[in-house]
């Protein structure tokens, strides 16, 4: 009798035990269970927030954008932007401490279009401009719309004094960037792209524009000799630039409306390019290099132009 009582005992105290164990593993459970959401954090809804939080990664930390973000990057380009009221400005980004005349005149000019400005440290700039020298300013802007070749034709017609730039196969954006800048100096109308092989109005173009990329016109067309053919139709005297060719750009004849068409870097023009072309001239060159890099030559070019014409 005393054995059964004591084996009774045992299995008694042992059913108790795995009785607590499932009681534990069924709170714990439960307690998991109940366990409280996450805390909720609201969508931010600034662009700019989106924009600064972001950290570039290792590889792309020093490698400026290629594409067209709508970043604008520097003072010039910054100041370009306000003066420009075909752009509606998203932000407008000034680093710490930042200060002289021309960042506080950038300043008003946001405080008088209703925008406001946010004041950040100069590493979220750094960040931000992908390796471009900021200046202590950056800006976001939606695309400024772009006229038609059909309308920068209606501009050449009945001009006797109009100048435009055609560019084949300029694919660096710092050249295009330089090449809009001269072409705006010199009085161009506007500058006309291949859709194709050909770099993108980026900040890094807008940046080496020195802003006048706000006001100059830039026409991606989907046949480039398809639009020289209409120019000529037009009367506009299509003049390329080829480093080898034999008549100088000093003894041709640059009057009445001109398009000044420019190959690429390394291979110059194409062949079908050069066939469609009025004329091919070259600047002279006594030193050693043998070329001149696309955007000084085009610069060199427009001057060319300008003093044949007397202007």
Known sequence: MEKKLIKKSARRAASKKSDTRGKKRESTRGEEGRKAPPEFK?????TWKKDFDKKPSKNQSNQPSTEDTGMVIGVNPVQALFADANRPVEYLAVAKGAGGKRIQEIVDKARDQGL???FVDRQTLDGMSGGLA??????????????????????VIGNPNALLVLLDGVEDPHNLGAIIRSSE?????????PKDRSAALSAVAAKASAGAVERLDVVRVTNLTRSIDELKEQGVQVVGLAGEEAQEISKASLKGPVALVMGGEGKGLRRLTRDHCDTLVSIPITGGVGSLNVSVAAGVALYEVQRSRGE
């Open 134 to 155: 900021h200046q202590g300013v950056i800006a976001r802007a939606g695309i400024r719309k772009q006229p038609t070749f059909k309308q920068i034709i209606a501009k």
């Open 42 to 46: 609201p969508k931010k809804r600034d």
């Open 185 to 193: 100096s010199f009085g161009v109308i506007a500058v006309i792209l």
């Open 116 to 118: 406001r400005t946010r």
